[in-house]
């Protein structure tokens, strides 16, 4: 069994570099071969109960609308009931498996979704519309997320580790970690396997049970990391797979009495109500639910006259469109001082528009969002956006059979504009002048949220204060706002954006787990 002492010290799983002829042809094939298995029907996994329901999710490519990934059953009620009560009764004997086995579990399931790797990223380029780094990226952060929780836990079941005790003659005093019960785990769409993945693997890993409800546009690859755990051994019971509706099952979920904590990351809105639901006791509850909820973003970039500005403009551009902007990081807004803001955002529109926008599995740079209501709000946003700024690129629908937006660009936006404040999540920017450095910080500081953001500037007293009073959970200095490596930047925002949980963090376990003192008379 490994020990934190014949563990290696972590490290970051590498990214697949595709301009490598071999590294491209293998994603090629992993992509063949993920398409020769499209259209299959997954059940729900309810302990070692494998359930059908005639109820169905249909899971699409958002980047060709006419290619069903798969049929996926659909829980209700009954069902999620059915899944809370294995969880509860599967909890007692999981809590009681030593730390280290639990651990072990992670790291043979990291080691086989390292040996799959671009199988588990090319599920991704279908059912969520990445590009292939994209994708790559997200599978190399579900690995580190499963290698980095099985670290702590082991870290964590030392027994006074985490917080050397105080010594007192004549006591033996020790603190631990225990589970907490059941938890309901809803992940988001965006990055449908490394936030699924890590939320699941560190509640569990921590000894609790789950029910895993995965949002309802990516349930497929979240079902073949399930199954990923259930080749690995993990007792059935640990994780139940529950696709099913928000409202419906969600809802019902998060008022259970049975319910410890819910594990939510995804919109604001969904956040606040499993918040409000969860803060309601229902009757035969005898504990408060515990809420860790990440939410949305309006993240930005602040550039100064003495930045590199290329640099920046690159920066900006890349953490607006990655992923067609769908980051909860995405650099939705910037901010540049008026002595270089022509220059910059001249820089911003021609990169912009060089962008292409395309088929994911033909690796285009920018693909589709992810599904029709996005792609009407985001095309809303734009035309509320040429009432608010001036268009400078893109600002309307792409070609393709799949919900393709173009990157858009609109300057000489107000720092109060709805396109300023709002998270549209999608290909959209909104640049704004500032007189000066201090106020283009003070315009970035004017949000609701607080997730991340990025100050350009070569000015080192400058960098100083803006280390200091731009109010965000993740703060990088002349570098984009998006793509936080597990365990060196750890992730989680401020304000509306969430709990600041941290996910990638030596904190982040403790969300999931409870200390226990025990103070013994020598
Ligand atoms: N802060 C972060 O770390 C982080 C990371 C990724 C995404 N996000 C945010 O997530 C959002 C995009 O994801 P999304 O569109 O999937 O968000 P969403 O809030 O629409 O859905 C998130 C999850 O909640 C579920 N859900 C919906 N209604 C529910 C209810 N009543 N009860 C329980 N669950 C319910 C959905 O099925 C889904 O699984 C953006 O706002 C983005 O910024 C935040
Ligand atoms: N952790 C990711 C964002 C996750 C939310 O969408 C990043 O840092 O870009």
Redesign the pocket.
Known sequence: MNTLTNVKPFVNEPFTDFSKEENKQAMEAAIAKIKAELGREYPLHIGSKKVMTEARIVSINPGDKDEVIGHVSKADQALAEEAMQTALQAFESWKRVPAAERADYLFKAAELMRQRKHEFSALMILESGKNYAEADADTA?AIDFIEFYAREMLRLSRTNENQPLTKIAGETNNLTYIPLGVGVVIP?W??PL??CVGMTTAAVVSGNTVLLKPASTTPIIAHKFVALMEEVGLPAGVINYIPGSGAEVGDYLTTHPKTRFVSF?GSKEIGLRINRLAAETAPGQIWIKRVVAEMG?KDGIVVDETADLQAAAQAIVASAF?FQG?????GSRAFIVESVYDEVVEKVAELTKALQVGLPETNAPVGPVIDQGSYDKILNYIEIGKTEGKLLAGGGKAEGNGYYIEPTVFADVDGKARIMQEEIFGPVLAIGKAKDWKEAIALYNDTEFGL?GAFFSSDEDRIEEALETMHCG?LYINRK????LVGA?P?GGFNMSGTDSK??GYDYLLLFTQAKLTSRKN
């Open positions: 952060e988001p965006n990055f490394a936030i990351t973003g990655g769908q980051k909860c990081s995405a991340t993740n706002c998006t793509g936080a930047h992730f996910a990638g």
